[in-house]
């Protein structure tokens, strides 16, 4: 047993920031930011402005925020001839510079009852990475690890600037690897290579990458398809840390089958198998530090540096003092433990929740691969298998019987057609705008996307008179969403499935004289050709592409709904005519004497809104021309004065 005294001492002594001593020097080849570098990296406190976002069919996770900045960071960290660039340097001020290792505790190496605990197994302190003997811990791994100028660069990378995010994925590493290190070595693999999810993800199960790989292996849709996690529009097994942890072991074992070595395997689960063959077999080796040399051209950056990486993630994550951290940094999870029951319907989240009597966040977290606020159509023959919160199974099952079906939610899938608003699909459904965003996990649209699918909550006995039981479970959806944050636009607000985003030109815009000429700019609508542009003008097809410069191939693009052209008539435009539900420019009938003003009948998929849009007024002004109350039950062909009288 070590000297409480002179632990005391030692602690004691150790300094404080402002005289802390400095990182040890880098290994070869290891980026060292200079002073400018620094100042650029430090910048101001201040965080650039948000800029707002798209409308998406799923939320992003924080954890795929976090796994993108991490991996800029890398770059500018160990890219020896980049220089951060302002999108890098962004995310760095978020983080500040690290926090100097402690290296008074070298001085207490001297005491034999130090000398002890190291023999037991603990190492002290290490600061000279490059003289580091890695054999006196090798056999504390079932995976080969070696110390590599690059595995030293990417220790002081998670020492240093990665600092953050490695204490994240320690902390998560306690959850996961109790069960995924099981399933690795059923399957014979080394159970530490487990580390290899640590990179990709930090074992995060809703971690999702630019290259649309998810879950805590990081399966891109094909692979994870190949190795049996289904996908669809309930559920994503590559987010199930189980499945998806049996899957990666079959796609590891096949690599390792194929190519020979563990670097070579882990390095194809980053590029791909057949690249990592054709190196080998050009080279004639199966050295990864051979094929990887910068010389050589066939491995991108990121494969280079996927093995090296691995190999400090598990080093550190074993021996974590030894490498500069405190134990106390870390706040570990516990480890992941559920019960499962059987589900033979599509169930509401909540509902199971309450049943259980657990927060409806403890299942989801058990249960990542759900998409939706629910659980997949099932039945008694076919149930679906759900986790739930350790010892709250027997719970569940006993009140989940008393729940009586009008108390419960059934659901039906939409997909959105052109013309589709949020609240137009509620009506239809006797559901609830809030509802349906909730149930699709979302927080607020303004528009749909075309062909895209939504869970529809609908209540059971659907048609019971207001406050009845048959709404109850409605009621409480509804609740739910606005307290998590849901809103839902006005109707009048909403941008109907399929509108065009850019502007949409109408017919002849304006009219102006130039070079003592008069020209028409004119805005493609749907069905016109340049025959018929020329006809309603009284000039030459051949004319208006010379004016507009078009030649036989460009005049088709240049006919697009939207597009602009310049026509020189020799005589005034004819009257805009209305064609197949287009936007039409005319006087008012005779119906509308004493009010003149433009007239536009409504077409298919329109609503007030687009309408407004295109006409440049706004939706409360042709309400009052038109003296509309009621904007959600609009006929179509009914015609709307567009323009004041």
Known sequence: MPHFSLLLLVLTSVPTSKDALTMPPAPPGMRVLGTEDKQLLLGSAEEPEATPEEDSAEEVE?????????????????????RPNAEVLQSLRRLGLANPLRQRMLDALEEPTFREDEAEGELALITDLASFDVSRIQGKYDIPVEMQPLVAQYIQFFQGPGRKWFRKWMERSTRYLPVMQPILEANGLPRDTVYLAMIESGFSTNAYSWAHASGPWQFIASTGRQYGLHQDFWVDERRDPIKATKAAARYLKDLHNELGHWYLAWAGYNTGSGR????????????????????????????????????????????????????????????????EVKINDATDLDVIARAAGVDVKEVQELNPELRRWCTPPASAKNPYTLRLPK???????????????????????????????????????????????QMNRLKSVKTLRLNAELVIPVPNGRGGGEGSGQNSALARKVAQARSSGVTVLRPEDEVPAGTPRGPVATGPIKTEVINGRKRVTYGVQSGDSLWA??????????????????????????LKVGSVLYVYPDNAPKQVEERAGTVIAQRAPAGNAGRPGTVH???????????????????EDIKRWNNIKDTTRLPTGLRLVVKAP
């Open 391 to 437: 010892g709250s199974a027997e719970r569940f099952a006993e009140n989940f019987a008393r729940i009586a079906p009008k108390e419960r939610l059934t659901f039906r899938v939409h997909k959105v057609k052109k013309g589709d608003t949020l609240s137009q699909i509620a009506l239809k459904y006797g559901s609830a705008a809030e509802a349906i965003l």
């Open 62 to 82: 924080p954890e795929s925020t976090e796994l993108e900045e991490m991996r800029a960071l890398e770059g500018a960290t160990l890219d020896p001839g980049a």
């Open 601 to 619: 009948e409504l077409a298919a998929g329109e609503s007030i809104w687009s309408v407004a849009q295109r006409y440049g007024v706004t939706v």
């Open 276 to 339: 990592v063959r054709r190196l080998v077999e050009r080279l004639g080796t199966k050295d990864f530090w051979v094929i990887s040399a910068p010389e050589e051209k066939g491995l991108a950056l990121e494969t280079r540096h996927y093995v090296p990486k691995l190999i400090a993630a598990a080093l550190i994550s074993k021996h974590p003092t030894a490498f500069g951290f405190d134990e106390k940094d870390f706040a570990y999870e516990p480890p992941l433990s559920f019960d």
């Open 533 to 558: 542009i020329a006809q309603r003008f009284q000039v030459n097809a051949e004319d208006i592409r010379k004016w507009n410069n078009l030649s036989a191939r460009t005049s088709k693009r240049a």
